[in-house]
């Protein structure tokens, strides 16, 4: 196929540059034609596949399958279609590197990757899709970024079918998975499932453990033999290093009869993590994340909940009630100085240690998770969970769980949680349980949690977020969640996405604003997202509302929300109408939102302005069910 060179547009997207090329595409970093991102374009290589109808079908079906995926370690797909005679999908574009360029890398970062690509499989399998072709090429290593560390996301669901599909789309004895990585069912054209995933899994996390395949071969029919007759070589006997408990572990996922393989891939790589961390020589370097795998009952691994007690009869906490965490730090004021926290002690009449208490805080692109753990006994009520993010469609969901302490073990870096259950969903499709979990302590003091759902969520402590800050601490102590934490460099993820960053007023802003402190959110942004600052006055403004911040006489109204004990005072551009205006570059509409008397962050101001939306859209779309806490 004609290369495409930077500056060519197609479908309105310009090229950016050459990125690689798939087994039936080439990839190139495009620029979105609307908002102002990269992405991740991919163009059917038709020259060498003329007259293959059945490449042209994969080709469809690879956006056709993952575009209904959402999980954090899958390659999201934006849009597909056709333009001046070639095939193309737009998809997440990956900052890093494949697997397949890494080399010497450490054991447990082979493992953690491993377990993050276990967790995307897992997830594909629960929506009835196979991948077919797991190998470190397929895999996107992620660079750290704005806070988020690390992150492996499984891409190329080109060969990917539907497991109670009957078209087959490959005929027998075509192979089109990479040989070195394919199962023995693959290879040989017995029918595949999950396992299969896990095997080619498995060659792929050996492979990042030593920088050798598990098998030695060099042709096809050699790969055929080695699949299905050879036994594979022991992983530390490879690189010796490396403890001998593995053996078994990496033995079992590449078992040539898929019954004998792990229930779920989860399962092995969480066993092959156990496994690594056995050895006396590396258990006391053992990172604080580490949980030995829970032995699974028989049958499947989602049997794991059956059998537990029922949640004792609580009454939870809905949106409109301000958590008691939360309400106790603003009822004593919003101060500039921050105490350290207790992490080491466990309160009387309680089981939980009191470093896991307390409001911890994660966002993943454009969803917020927000985690309560409160002090309680087994079988007691002790953890609550809200996410908030946006649907596909664009449509926004919430949902609120609830799940009790199940046991904390020894080590007292673990909580063990049970079976979660729905306290609040909107809409009610869009909200799913999470099985029995682990709370883990990381070493940087976040909390980690796998969850079947979601996968892999790390959070920060809301004291970590506003320490991160500064002297705009108390802004994000008042409003962790709409700003995040700070990174190192400068910015931070805030609420469905947000880039938000410390920027006081200067002599180019409204000079009443001068000597306050301000975290600007989305300043940059032209794709349309809200726009938000907040203000942090140190005390109630004396000035009103429309001297600051507008001429003249500016319309005020009251507003209610659920995090608000009162009602709020919205004052807004005057001289527009807040159902039909909508923001624009000529026409900018400004809405200021402060609290009432007697509340805490009555010092704070903060001001909205959503490009292409009314004032009406911004209080019933946006700030209705923005968290103000």
């Known amino acids: 196929m004609t290369e495409l060179r930077p500056g060519e547009v197609l479908a309105g997207y310009v090229i950016q540059r050459r990125v690689g090329a798939g087994g039936s595409g080439v990839v190139y970093a495009a620029r979105h034609p609307r908002l102002p991102r990269l992405t991740a374009l991919k163009i059917l290589k038709r020259d060498e596949y003329a007259g293959h109808e059945g490449v042209w079908r994969r080709f469809e079906r690879e956006a056709d399958i993952a575009a209904h995926f959402d999980h954090p370690n899958i390659v999201q797909i934006f849009d597909r279609g056709v333009a001046e005679d070639q095939y193309w999908i ?3 574009y990956v900052d890093g590197v494949d697997a397949g360029e890494l080399h010497g890398i450490s054991p447990d970062r082979a493992l953690r990757l491993g377990g993050e690509i276990a967790g995307a499989l897992d997830y594909a399998h629960g929506k009835g899709v196979l991948h077919r072709d797991v190998k470190p090429s397929n895999i996107l290593v992620a660079e750290p970024d704005s806070g988020r560390p690390e992150r492996a996301l499984l891409t190329d669901f080109g060969i990917a079918r539907l497991r109670d599909e009957t078209t087959k789309l490959t005929q027998t004895g075509n192979i089109s998975a990479t040989f070195a990585f394919a199962s023995p069912e693959q290879v040989s054209g017995k029918p595949v499932g999950p396992h299969s995933d896990q095997y080619s899994l498995a060659c792929t996390l050996f492979v990042l453990l030593t920088d050798h395949r598990p098998f030695k071969a060099d042709n096809p029919l050699g790969w055929v033999h080695a699949h299905t007759q050879e036994d594979p070589l022991r992983v530390s006997a490879v690189r010796p290093d490396l403890p001998a408990a593995l053996d078994p572990i990496l033995a079992r996922a590449l078992a040539k009869d898929p019954d004998d393989r792990y229930p779920t891939c989860a399962e092995f790589t969480d066993a092959a993590l156990a496994a690594y961390y056995s050895d006396p020589a590396i258990a006391v370097t053992a990172p604080a994340r580490f949980v030995p795998p829970t032995p699974s009952r028989p049958g499947s691994a989602w049997a794991i909940g059956g059998g537990r007690k029922s949640l004792r009869q ?18 004593a004021g919003v101060g500039i100085a921050l105490a350290q926290r207790d992490t080491t002690s466990i309160p009387d009449g309680g089981a939980v240690p009191a470093k896991f208490l307390g409001t911890w805080l994660a ?3 454009q969803t917020n998770y927000r985690l309560t753990v409160e002090q309680g006994k087994p079988q007691d009520s002790i953890m609550s969970s809200i996410v908030d993010g946006v649907l596909p469609n664009g449509s926004p969901f919430h949902c609120e769980f609830a799940a009790p302490l199940d046991q904390v073990p020894a080590d007292g870096d673990r909580v063990l949680i049970g079976q979660s259950q729905i306290v609040t969903r909107e809409p009610a499709n869009a909200c799913r349980a999470n099985a ?10 976040r909390l980690s949690r796998k969850t079947d759902v979601s996968g892999l969520i790390t959070y920060t402590h809301v004291e970590d977020v506003a320490k991160s800050w500064g002297t705009d601490a108390p802004i994000a102590q008042a409003f962790p969640t709409l700003v995040g934490q700070l990174s190192a460099a400068g910015r931070s993820v805030g609420w469905q996405g947000a880039s938000c960053q410390k920027r006081d007023p200067t002599t180019t802003d409204a000079p009443a604003t001068l000597g306050s402190h301000r975290i600007v959110c989305n300043a940059e942004d032209n794709s349309g ?3 938000f ?15 600051l911040f507008f001429t003249g006489t500016a319309p005020a109204q009251t507003r209610t929300h659920p995090d608000v004990a009162g009602e709020l005072t919205v004052t807004t551009t005057p001289g527009i109408d807040p159902a039909k205006d909508r923001d624009t570059d000529a026409q900018r509409i ?21 490009p292409g939306h009314t004032v009406d859209n911004t209080l019933t779309d946006w700030l209705a069910r923005a968290p103000l806490r």
Not at 314 to 325: G, T
Not at 533 to 540: A, E, I, K, N, Q
């Open 533 to 547: 600052d907040l203000f942090d006055f140190g005390t109630r403004p004396g000035r009103p509302i429309a001297d």
């Open 363 to 365: 966002t993943e692109g």
């Open 90 to 92: 737009s998809m997440q």
């Open 529 to 531: 997202q809200m726009r």
């Open 314 to 331: 609580r009454i939870f906490r809905h949106r409109a009630v301000i958590p008691v965490v939360v309400a106790a730090v603003l009822a």
């Open 436 to 445: 029995p979990t682990t709370l883990n302590l990381l070493s940087d003091g």
């Open 590 to 610: 400004y809405t200021a939102v402060t609290f009432p008397d007697g509340d805490p962050r009555s010092r704070f101001v903060l001001v909205l302005r959503w």
